[in-house]
């Protein structure tokens, strides 16, 4: 089963290295650059695609136009990460894949659940998260939201294992 790893803002930001924005999760689950290099560096290698959410980009952008320090450089290397998705390099999914969730239709059901799970807290932009997650999962890809957000996580599809089929005996 091929395997999707949506990239959340928490994790983008540490990954991008942006001021005010080096840590996150739970103390017990610390994200940093380090572990998030690593984890990204083990998934590639395992063969996953790199799933890069509008909703992801559109706050990490925000919170790298408000950085201290040199925007400059991490506008850059943003934008190289959101144009390798643009155009589908590996191991990014092409960003054409998600249009699908941007329709009115689309965009309609997603207010209609955000307007139920708004009422615990949950972003929009979280919301969106979700709907792509839900999309992938709907393509029979094993899906990951990588994120330092428990709330988030918990909205994570679950693969059913009955249906992986199992290889042959030899």
């Known amino acids: 089963m ?19 924005k080096l840590t996150c999760g739970p103390d017990s689950a ?14 590639i290698a395992d063969g996953a695609t790199l799933i890069l959410p509008l909703a992801s980009i559109i706050e990490t952008g925000n919170h790298i136009a408000q950085a201290h320090g040199d925007r400059h450089a ?24 998600q249009s699908a969730l941007l329709g009115n239709d689309a965009l309609k ?14 972003s929009l932009g979280d919301a969106m998260i979700v709907e792509v997650a839900r999309y992938y999962s709907r393509y029979n890809f094993m899906v990951e939201i990588f994120t330092g957000d428990e709330g988030l996580k918990a909205y994570e599809p679950v693969v ?7 290889r042959r005996q030899r």
Request: a positive charge.
């Open 160 to 166: 059913d294992t009955r249906l992986i089929p199992r």
């Open 74 to 97: 991490l506008v850059n290397a943003f934008v190289n990460h959101i144009e390798s998705a643009l155009d589908g390099r590996i191991p990014w999914a092409a960003f054409t894949e």
């Open 30 to 43: 610390r994200w940093t650059f380090e572990s998030v290099s690593a984890k990204l560096d083990a998934e």
């Open 2 to 20: 091929k395997k999707v790893l949506i990239l959340d803002t928490s994790i983008l930001c540490v990954w991008l290295r942006v001021p005010g």
């Open 109 to 122: 059901n997603t207010l209609l659940a955000w307007r139920q799970t708004a009422l615990t807290g949950q």
